[in-house]
């Protein structure tokens, strides 16, 4: 999503300025190109090299300098740019931007760009300026203004030794409410289910049966669907991933029958879900109380297994025409005729298809490699490609089911 973009980063001069060459850095690497322009105060707390070397273009910081690229800087960025970000954002630029003030470069090019461009402001303060009603009614006129998405402080140490809310969101959430801005709100107003993970089913008090699952490519759609606008909820399996923004439902669960009746519920009212979990089919009929213990000589151990509900097949028996049902497949052999079966005998609308026999597709890794297979026989060979990628390609396709003759 932000290959290619254009982003201009406006800096105040605030403390948490020093994150922001790490935020720049991030932007780079996404694949964005960046031009930089701030208040005069903020080169007090990051150099004007470090941004200049790290953006590979020159600071906007001083309106009447002769090396302005133009007489009118201010109004030629809002025209490149494909959205501004400012961070940090002071109480007293937050204050200029909501009044209109415009006297110096980085407020007068957010007052160019306000109208015609979105922007993402992450405010950063001590804990008492948050507080000022000045500083709180400034925010919450910004945060009504269309084009702006104001983040809320973090709580935490202050750079003043004191304690408090109005520590600047960490640069990959900035970059994370960048990429939300720039997605356009496709699902807005639907509420989708997604499972994700693995299930543990338990033997004892300290083993269980489960799979190699980590949650990535049922986290990936989550936060796809969330961009587009869509309210999720996942129904998660025992993850340990390092997810630094959760802005969607997480309803942790840890067997398939947890699993199965939290994706019942949230499935009443929804429009659609993604069953992207690795759910264990089978789980030991007891539970051993007590850890159990290896007797001498013992050469073995039955476990006597019975069969877990079908999540899938449970949510498509009760499918309503103006739901969307997905799931997955992950093979090791005759992939498309068992995909194919599934998605028949679970009433999906469409199955993914990942094969263990492609490396570098299914558990564990950042890519997949998927065939997506609609139900009325379409069918999509994807290259290998990352699992945020996948879901981005999965996503796509909502709206064609959205548009599907029996649905609104
Ligand atoms: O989590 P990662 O490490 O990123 O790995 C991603 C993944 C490999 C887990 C994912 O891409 C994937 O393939 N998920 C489905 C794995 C699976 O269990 O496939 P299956 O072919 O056994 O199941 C078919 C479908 O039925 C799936 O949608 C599954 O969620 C669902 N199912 C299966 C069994 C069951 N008891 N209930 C179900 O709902």
């Not at 960490?170 to 639907?190: D, M, N």
């Not at 936060?223 to 606008?229: A, D, K, M, S």
């Not at 151990?301 to 999540?311: G, H, K, R």
């Not at 699992?387 to 709206?399: N, R, S, T």
């Amino acid at each position: 999503m932000l290959r290619g973009k254009h982003i201009v980063v406006g800096i105040s001069g605030g403390i948490a300025a020093y994150k922001i060459p790490e935020l720049i850095r991030l932007l780079v690497k996404a694949g964005a190109e960046v031009r930089v322009a701030t208040t005069q105060n903020a080169l007090e707390f990051v150099t004007e090299l470090t941004l200049r070397t790290l953006s590979g273009a020159p600071v906007y910081s001083d309106v009447f300098a002769a090396i302005n690229h133009h007489a009118t800087e201010h109004i030629s960025l809002p025209d490149w740019a494909d959205l501004m970000v400012v961070a940090p954002a002071t109480a007293n630029v937050l204050g200029k931007f909501a009044a209109g003030i415009a006297d110096d470069a980085l407020t007068t090019t957010f007052c160019a760009t306000a109208a015609r461009r979105p922007i993402v402001i992450a405010p950063a303060m001590n804990d008492k300026m948050y507080a000022c009603p000045a500083t709180q009614q400034a925010m919450h006129t910004l945060a009504q203004w269309e084009n702006v998405s104001l983040l809320d402080c973090a709580e935490g140490e202050l750079a003043c030794g004191t304690s408090g809310k109005g520590r600047m969101q960490e640069p990959e959430v900035i970059c994370e409410a960048i990429e939300s801005a720039l997605t356009p709100k496709t699902l807005s107003g639907k509420r989708i289910v997604i499972t994700a993970g693995p299930t543990q089913e338990k033997i004892d008090p300290v083993r269980f049966i489960s799979n190699y699952s980590t949650g990535k490519m049922g986290y990936a759609l989550a936060l796809e669907c969330t961009r587009r606008g869509a309210e999720v909820t996942v129904v998660s399996g025992p993850v340990h991933l390092d997810l630094p923004t959760t802005p969607y439902t997480i309803v942790p669960v840890t067997s398939a029958r947890e699993m199965c009746e939290a994706a019942k519920a949230a499935w009443k009212t929804a429009d659609a879900a993604i069953l992207c979990a690795a759910v264990a089919d089978f789980a030991p009929d007891t539970t051993a109380e007590q850890k159990i213990k290896k007797q001498p000589g013992q050469t073995g151990l039955q476990l006597n297994l019975i069969t877990n509900p079908d999540i899938a097949a449970t949510l498509g028996s009760t499918k309503r025409p103006e739901q969307c049902l997905i799931g997955f497949a992950l093979e090791t052999h005759d992939a498309e005729q068992n995909a194919l079966h599934k998605l028949e005998s679970k009433n999906l609308d469409m199955i993914v298809l990942n094969s263990l026999q492609d490396k570098g597709a299914g558990f564990g890794c950042n890519t997949n490699k998927v065939t997506l297979i609609l139900r009325d026989g379409q069918k999509n060979n994807l290259p290998l490609m990352s699992k945020q990628e996948v879901a981005q390609k999965i996503v796509d396709l909502f709206p064609y089911f959205f548009r599907k003759p029996n649905m609104p």
